[in-house]
Every structure is written in C-alpha cells, then in structure tokens.
C-alpha cells in the first residue's frame, strides 16, 4: 500500500493503515461504516481527556450524553441498511448505546470511552475480513 500513516506509535499505524486498506476495497457501506465509527471514536477521545482536565461542566451531561449516544446510533444505524448487524461489535456497540443513555454523571460518560475504542477495533477487524 503507499499510503504514508501521519501516526507514530505502532498502535496508532496499525489502525490508520487498517482504516486505510478497507477504504481501499472501493467498498462504499464499509467505508461509511469506517468514517462513521472514526467520527463516533473521536467523539468519545476528545469528551473523555477534556473532562478528565476539568474543561468541561458536568451540568452539560445531558449534552454530551445526548451527542455521543447519537454518534453510536448513527454508527449502528448505517450498518442495520448495510447488513453489517451481524458482524461482531454492533451488538456490543447497541449496548453501549444503552450505557450512554444511562450514564447519570461525567465520569460514567467518560468511562465508557475505552469500551468505545475496543467496540471500534471489533468493528474494524471484522470489515477487514468480510
């Protein structure tokens, strides 16, 4: 592949050239369902330090509940019209829907980001080998 990763940890390169080689398979739905689960991992990365470092005001939980529970089901969403429900990661995705929507503080919100991450290497691995 020639594409040039612009990460410089392992992990992070694995991923980027992961994410890289299902965009190109020119498969369309997989690499929605890859941008999708990108926009939904960032969304959950930036939420989680900015709260760990006191930027962010926990009167603001229905917000951010609000916002990241609409990322996931936009995620779980595409892949339902793409018949990727199957694939391994969106039962546990719908599930950490379900978490988001019943997190009752911050830290419950933010907690979940690591569960989020692992769900997206499911999800990733799993469009790699389909």
């Known amino acids: ?9 392992p992990h992070g390169r694995a991923e980027e050239l992961q ?16 941008v999708l689960e990108q926009k939904m991992c960032t969304a ?6 900015a709260w760990r ?7 603001h939980l229905p917000f951010f509940r609000e916002r990241l529970a609409k990322r996931i089901k936009r995620v779980l969403v595409a892949m339902e019209n793409n018949n990727f429900n199957t694939l ?13 929507d019943a997190a009752k503080t911050m830290d419950d919100l933010a907690n979940l980001a690591e569960r ?15």
């Open 19 to 34: 994410w890289a080689q299902i965009l190109a398979t020119g498969d369309s739905a997989k690499g929605m369902i890859i």
């Open 44 to 49: 959950f990365h930036e939420f989680e330090p």
């Open 116 to 130: 989020e991450h692992t769900i997206s290497h499911i999800i990733a691995d799993a469009l790699s080998i389909t």
């Open 53 to 59: 470092a006191s930027a962010l005001d926990a009167r």
């Open 88 to 100: 391994p990661g969106f039962a546990e995705l719908a599930e950490l829907a379900r978490a988001v």
């Open 1 to 9: 592949m020639e594409y040039q990763t612009t990460e410089t940890s």
